[in-house]
């Protein structure tokens, strides 16, 4: 069965930190592009980062640009998403999704192919 599963959410403080964690099973993320969106309450799922099957290329929402970093482990066959500098509205359930048609790193939901179940982040005081 392929599955991805994220794991890392939680609820942390305004200025706060967390690292999101996104594995496979059932096959491998050598040859995929990986992406993380985030869907609030109330609003469409959007594009927070991705990166490149061989990790050579990212891209990041604007509004994360600075704060996030993206990144994947072969070895653990596990993609990453460090979240630093939090602040309320990064409140969003957050996903991981996998594609392998296409080379280059995008946020068009249509594009990926798995999906993981979601991880929520809350960022409050």
């Known amino acids: 069965q392929l599955q991805l599963v994220e794991s890392g959410g939680g609820l942390v403080q305004p200025g706060g930190s967390l690292r999101l964690s996104c594995a496979a099973s059932?096959?491998?993320?050598?040859?995929?592009?990986i992406g993380w969106f985030r869907q609030a309450p109330g609003k469409e799922r959007e594009g927070v980062s991705c990166i490149s099957s061989n990790g050579g290329s990212t891209n990041y929402a604007d509004s994360v640009k600075g704060r996030f970093t993206i990144s994947r482990d072969y070895t653990k066959n596990t993609a990453y998403l460090q979240m630093n500098s939090l602040k309320p509205e990064d409140t969003a359930i957050y996903y991981c999704?996998?594609?392998?048609?296409?080379?280059?790193?995008?946020?068009?939901?249509?594009?990926?192919?798995?999906w993981g179940q979601g991880t929520q982040v809350t960022v409050s005081s």
């Open positions: 999704a996998a594609q392998s048609r296409y080379y280059h790193c995008s946020f068009y939901t249509s594009e990926y192919d798995y």
């Open positions: 059932g096959f491998t993320l050598d040859y995929y592009v």
